[in-house]
């Protein structure tokens, strides 16, 4: 097999020190502030981005240290394979979100809606599109049973 070898263009820096009190998803804090710092030269890869309301950041969960083909999600005690939850356990450990973009200053994204460890390397930033990115129908899977009231389900944060 192929090696693949990514680097990261910036760094995550957000207020959460610990894992435990990320929220599960950035949409279930969105009060929250978060800013993300690229490498000086790839500075000019922000251009135009301050046009679009929010962005999909990809990065990767350097806490993680174990590899899972199976686990247990936060919002119950049965455990799931592995891509059909969001664990950072992942073969990869690759992570994304999609955050909201309050400003753009220089090489800094600041934005809220925000799920990541201080500290995170960036791997890269992709624009938000509503006609690429939005889908009608959506089966969530397991997840759906959670959500079926309308309410965000009590666990939110990670524990």
Partial sequence: MEQIIMRPIG???????ESKDIPIQGTFDDKVE???E?????TN?????DGFSH???IYYFHKSHREEVEGKPFLEQDKHGIFAIRSPH????????????KGIKANKV???EVDVLDGTPLLDIKPYVKYFDS???VVSGWLDKHFESGNIPDKTRIK
């Fill in 110 to 112: 600041y934005f809220t």
């Fill in 38 to 42: 690229l490498k000086d030269e790839y």
């Fill in 90 to 101: 992942r073969p990869n450990h690759i992570g994304f979100s999609i955050i909201k973009i």
């Fill in 55 to 57: 962005a999909i950041i």
């Fill in 135 to 137: 889908r009608d129908n």
């Fill in 34 to 36: 978060a800013w993300l």
């Fill in 45 to 49: 890869g922000l251009k135009d981005l």
């Fill in 11 to 17: 760094v995550i820096h957000s207020p959460y020190t």
